[in-house]
T-cell receptor, first 116, second 113 residues
């Protein structure tokens, strides 16, 4: 069975601090896909990134970066120079199928609060 | 381009009743998935539809059902409501099943009293 663990439940930082959100996953599949989503107070989930199990290259997109390590089954997300607008709940998710609209197994989410 | 539209946004029902939630995907999107979000269980996959066919189903009782119409709009139905069905129900659409990104609606908040 697939499982995603986000051990951190709530993180509070001051604006401009860097923050890392941890994600550990379990799967018996050799091919799988990992996702990060952001859920602002309005409720909709906003897609941030997808990685596949064959590509361990880390990625940077603006203030966001992701560190995927198969050896430790981790897919961590770092926000550099956090801003108040980054306050949201962040979910890590896992899928055995290629599409983001396939069956996703989500972690419990991490509530990030960025204080001015 | 309009986003994913879910109606109604809020709903209050009594135990034992049934409810139908609606999801209009982004124009041109043919894949629709549904998720239930509760404080205790988090986000859980309900089902996925593509071209009017259910392609995948989560681990929910038969009281939860869904369908997709030829225009890709989708509905989900919950019969014999229980207090534990109170949740935010989220719908997501994408152009096809293998697409990288899914676009979520703002959800329907169902309260069962």
């Amino acid at each position: 069975a697939q499982k995603v663990t986000q051990a951190q439940t709530e993180i509070s930082v001051v604006e401009k601090e860097d923050v890392t959100l941890d994600c550990v996953y379990e799967t018996r599949d050799t091919t799988y896909y990992l996702f990060w989503y952001k859920q602002p107070p309005s409720g909709e989930l906003v897609f941030l990134i997808r990685r596949n199990s064959f590509d361990e290259q880390n990625e940077i997109s603006g203030r966001y970066s992701w560190n995927f390590q198969k050896s430790t089954s981790s897919f961590n997300f770092t926000i550099t120079a956090s801003q108040v607008v980054d306050s949201a709940v962040y979910f890590c998710a896992l899928s055995e199928a290629i599409g983001a609209n396939s069956k996703l197994t989500f972690g419990k989410g991490i509530t990030l609060s960025v204080r001015p | 381009k309009a986003g994913v539209t879910q109606t109604p946004r809020y709903l209050i029902k009594t135990r034992g009743q049934q409810v139908t939630l609606s999801c209009s995907p982004i124009s041109g999107h043919r894949s629709v998935s549904w998720y239930q979000q509760t404080p205790g269980q988090g986000l859980q996959f309900l089902f996925e539809y593509f071209s009017e066919t259910q392609r995948n189903k989560g681990n929910f009782p038969g009281r939860f059902s869904g369908r997709q119409f030829s225009n890709s709009r989708s509905e989900m139905n919950v019969s014999t409501l229980e207090l534990g069905d109170s949740a935010l129900y989220l719908c997501a659409s994408s152009p096809h099943r293998e697409y990288t990104e899914a676009f979520f609606g703002q959800g329907t908040r169902l309260t069962v009293v």
